[in-house]
């Protein structure tokens, strides 16, 4: 049975993976400018010929999410995870405003390709394969059985629509906050919607 090999993964494979990580390096150095880079651009800034990167990166969507690699995490609550759901929100949220703040120009830059029409490759999009929703489902694991399947659903989608770039973008470019407002108000809302489903639990008002 023939499998495809990728180009990195043949002949000179130490130095393709020298390139590879050139390439992802200059594409950070141009988003720190603000501005998220095409091929072409971190091909002129790296110094390689954009026949070259485009062999690595086939269009600008796959550049930055290679420049976001730890947005691949199936969890976020390392090997030794508190047991109360509270603190394993607390820390899973922390986490995600951490990547969020570090990688903010990459996300900037992957939500406005998200929005596109027509992007291609839009299926790879990390931003459209809710990652977030993951990691709050495995921080809210405990409540398996504590709450009706559809609250926890809700409550896991209501809290992973509060935290993130898209909240970020729109709280310091709309509501005009700072970066630490605005990620305080993330940490905030994501405790109150577990507080409020816990109350409607004990009240015994889930559904």
Do not use: C
Request: proline share 6%.
């Amino acid at each position: 049975m023939s499998m495809s090999i990728s180009y990195e993964g043949t002949g000179r494979v130490q130095q393709k993976r020298r390139t590879r990580a050139t390439l992802i390096e200059a594409a950070l150095e141009l988003l720190a400018g603000g501005h998220p880079p095409t091929v072409e651009q971190a091909a002129e800034h790296a110094g390689i010929s954009r026949a070259t990167a485009y062999r690595y990166f086939p269009n600008q969507l796959t550049l930055l999410v290679a420049a976001s690699p730890e947005l691949e995490a199936d969890s976020l609550l390392g090997p030794e995870p508190p047991s109360d759901p509270a603190d394993r929100l607390d820390a899973v949220v922390g986490a995600i405003l951490r990547l969020t703040l570090e990688a903010e120009p990459q996300l900037r830059g992957m939500l406005r390709l998200s929005l596109e029409e027509g992007q291609p490759d839009a299926g790879d999009l990390r931003l459209r394969k809710g990652r977030r929703i993951i990691w709050v489902e495995d921080a809210l694991a405990p409540l398996r059985g504590r709450l009706p399947a559809a609250e926890l659903s809700r409550l896991v989608h209501a809290i992973a629509a509060a935290v993130g770039i898209d909240s970020l973008v729109w709280m310091t470019d709309v509501a005009h906050l700072s970066r630490e407002d605005a990620a305080e108000i993330m940490r905030w809302s994501a405790r109150a919607l577990l507080r409020s489903a816990l109350a409607g639990d004990r009240d015994g008002g889930g559904a």
